[in-house]
């Protein structure tokens, strides 16, 4: 097991920022893939960020380009996601995840099925 542990979340108006925190134990960050995921209301779990073991690659959800950054402390074993010019349709819970199978490609990082371990997650609402 990969214990995460998300923290960070909270209520902020439109444009303001957030950070969110993904704190591991047990493993080492420095050896998993790690993403965020999110899910709204009513609706499904859904891509927002993901970086490589070595943070030299990352992805974004095409609606977050731009706006949050994915960032890894290897050091620090955690991952963080810093958001900003957030607006009320990025109000969703959010979840850390993360694995340690050799893959390479988009692939591997932005679907719910390439990630073993997940957090309890962490809720973010944007107020208009």
């Known amino acids: 097991q990969v214990p995460l542990v998300e923290s960070g979340g909270g209520l902020v108006q439109a444009g303001g920022s957030l950070s969110l925190s993904c704190a591991a134990s047990?493993?080492?960050?420095?050896?998993?893939?790690m993403g965020w995921f999110r899910q709204a209301p009513g609706k499904e779990r859904e891509f927002v960020a993901a970086?490589?073991?070595?943070?030299?690659?990352?992805y974004y959800a095409d609606s977050v380009k731009g706006r949050f950054t994915i960032s890894r402390d290897n050091a620090k074993n955690t991952v963080s996601l810093q958001m900003n010019s957030l607006k009320p349709e990025d109000t969703a819970v959010y979840y850390c995840?993360?694995?340690?199978?050799?893959?390479?490609?988009?692939?591997?990082?932005?679907?719910?099925?390439?990630?073993?371990?997940w957090g309890q997650g962490t809720q973010v609402t944007v107020s208009s």
């Open positions: 995840a993360a694995d340690i199978k050799y893959c390479v490609g988009r692939r591997c990082y932005v679907g719910e099925l390439s990630y073993d371990y």
């Open positions: 970086i490589s073991l070595s943070g030299g690659t990352t």
């Open positions: 047990g493993r080492t960050v420095s050896s998993h893939r």
